[in-house]
């Protein structure tokens, strides 16, 4: 054991370098490392050195996160091996006494490691965070691993672009807990890459964008499935609903709808789609049509298979309180079994809301008391309507709270109803409606305004990094090359047939492409390139993408983004 501590502490060099390590000697170092570990038994690396120090209290988690996390990995497997457990349902030991002190260590772990020395141990970094998932659930305290897992994904990759199978596992841990806010950190970061299938023969560059280390083989995420990507959208949603964040929620929503399919639809798209009638009836006051994307047939399943929702949507538009109330008690059983009882509850809700809305349009003026006839009247209680202090009190904090959310713009003044000393206080509220300024669906102010632009602007910078990563890799892969070569092969075979005739209208003494284009050419064209020289390639892709190319270069950032669309 002593002579391993020294090989487990030689990487990263301590004192560092007055020169720091290349991109290749820091991999062949970390790569060195790894080939001490993966040969060294586990029970080496739970014995204490000289002085009865154990590696856990003498490696820096920080610094030191390779033998960290495989020091910390043999240790919980010796204790669950020490009570005979076994692997499976291992995690449920960790609240267990003996391995109750190691809880806190992983947890410390996942908060500091260094994200670069563990893209070389996937598998391993991987283990440890369904540990800890694992763990807490058996535990029946599934909120005490969010946290962890939040901070491992972020620290491993703060762009969070990258979708794993850590962000599923977040997301459901996030929804079992109940702590809908506690995912936004990672929810907000879009997705905008899937681990790639190619193996990359580095991982060390401090700068790569995750899509580069976080590949199949890294370790780093589990083999993911076209469904995953649905499914975490779909969760992501429901967090967003929880939140009141009905637009974010709808973009996830509208996500699923439109991911491309074989002209059907699947379970979770026919869920999505229901439940964004209904968030789009809460948010909106209407359902509008299918994300453009969206496979026809694919759409046409979802409303076959989606009727009553759509039911709900064409009554809510054009039918009365009542009838929508009815609608509801009709379809009880199906939203139960659906688990959309409480948003058809919000619908149910929200259209109270936006008939009060609706009253902008006709009216500058109405007393509350009018707004709450109006609204029993259309519950259908007919004309002889009873309305007491409660139910009008009932009406003003609705509409109280809708001006609060910049849902109306209106303002609420107060009269005395009557002179009867017995009730002094009762009076009667008038709703004045400034459609002036309430052209858009939510009224807002000039400084929330400005903070939407700001974000806005943000993402579309962040975006347009992205874009060019996206651009550049996809002018690099296999895939593109062979289609550059599917179309060279077409041209030169379309070219050959019609070379005489060509080449005489060329004007030229050469021959093929090259003469029908005008003369004196030796048949290359602006795609007759050896396309199997791939240095040569990569080269001259690389050499365009920076602006080597063509072109003024003005408008680079605006073609580099609609090349995204």
């Known amino acids: 054991m002593d002579n391993l501590l020294p090989q487990l502490l030689s990487f990263p060099p301590h004192p560092p370098p007055a020169q720091p390590l290349s991109d290749g000697q820091y991999d062949t170092q970390v ?16 014995r204490e050195v000289q002085g009865g120090d154990d590696l856990l209290e003498i490696l820096d988690p920080s610094v030191n996160s390779l033998p960290y996390l495989y020091s910390l990995l043999a240790h919980i497997q010796a204790a669950i091996d020490k009570q005979g457990k076994g692997n499976h349902g291992s995690s449920k030991l960790l609240w267990n006494d003996p391995i109750a ?38 535990a029946g305290k599934p909120l005490l691993a969010v946290h962890p897992i939040r901070h491992a994904i972020l620290r491993l990759d703060p762009t969070s672009a990258t979708l794993t199978s850590n962000h599923l596992l977040f997301v459901r841990l996030c929804l079992e807990a109940k702590t809908y806010r506690a995912a936004l950190p990672v929810l907000d970061r879009d997705i905008l ?37 649905l499914e975490y959208h779909l969760l992501g949603a429901m967090v967003y609903m929880g939140l009141k964040k009905y637009e974010r929620a709808l973009e996830f929503l509208e996500l699923v ?32 049509p299918l994300p453009r994307p969206t496979n ?91 309305i007491t202090p409660e139910t009008e009190a009932t009406t003003e904090d609705q509409i109280l709270g809708m001006i609060a959310r910049g849902e109306l713009d209106a303002s609420i003044s107060h009269l005395p109803l009557t002179t009867n000393t017995a009730t002094p206080d009762t009076q009667s509220s008038t709703i004045h409606f400034h459609p002036e300024s309430s052209s858009n669906a ?27 990563h996206m651009d550049r890799k996809i002018g690099l892969s296999r895939d593109y090359i062979a289609h550059l070569q599917r179309q060279k092969r077409f041209a030169a075979a379309a070219a050959a047939g019609g070379a005489g005739s060509k080449g005489a209208d060329g ?34 892709y690389a050499h365009t993408w920076a602006g080597g190319g063509s072109g003024d270069g003005e408008n680079d950032v605006d073609e580099d983004m609609m090349a995204g669309f």
Not at 259 to 288: D, F, R
């Open 101 to 138: 002190p190691y809880w806190e260590k992983v947890v410390d772990f996942l908060q500091r490691f260094d994200s670069r020395q563990v893209r070389y141990a996937g598998t391993e970094w991987r283990r440890l965070v369904e540990l800890v998932a694992s763990a807490a659930r058996s």
């Open 507 to 540: 004007g030229g003494g050469g021959s093929g492409v090259g003469a029908g284009l005008g003369g004196g050419g030796a048949g290359a064209d602006a795609m007759d390139v050896d396309w199997d020289d791939k240095d040569e390639m990569v080269s001259a």
């Open 296 to 386: 026809i047939h694919a759409g046409r399943v979802c409303h076959i298979l989606a009727k009553p929702y759509d039911s709900i949507a064409g009554i809510f538009r054009t039918g009365t309180a009542e009838s929508l109330r009815e609608e509801f008690e009709v379809g009880r059983d199906i939203w139960r079994i659906d688990n959309n009882t409480g948003l058809l509850l919000l619908v149910l809700q929200a259209n109270e809301r936006f008939r009060i809305r609706n009253l902008e349009n006709t009216y500058t003026t109405l007393s509350t008391r009018e707004i709450c006839r109006r609204q029993l009247s259309s519950q259908g209680q007919g004309h002889n309507i009873s």
């Open 442 to 468: 939510s009224v807002q102010d000039e400084a929330r305004q400005m903070a939407e632009i700001e974000g806005q602007i943000a993402r579309t910078i962040a975006l347009t990094t992205q874009t060019r």
């Open 31 to 46: 790569r060195s490392l790894l080939q001490t570990l993966n040969r060294t038994p586990a029970n080496l690396l739970v």
């Open 257 to 288: 709808i439109s991911t491309p399919t074989n002209n059907t639809a699947s379970t979770i798209m026919v869920e999505a789609y229901k439940k964004w009638v209904l968030v789009s009836l809460i948010h909106q006051g209407h359902v509008g």
């Open 193 to 229: 890459d899937f681990p790639s299938t190619q193996h990359n023969a580095s991982a060390s560059g401090p700068d790569q964008v995750s899509s580069s280390f976080i590949t199949v083989s890294s370790g780093l995420s589990a083999t993911l499935h076209y469904t995953d990507h």
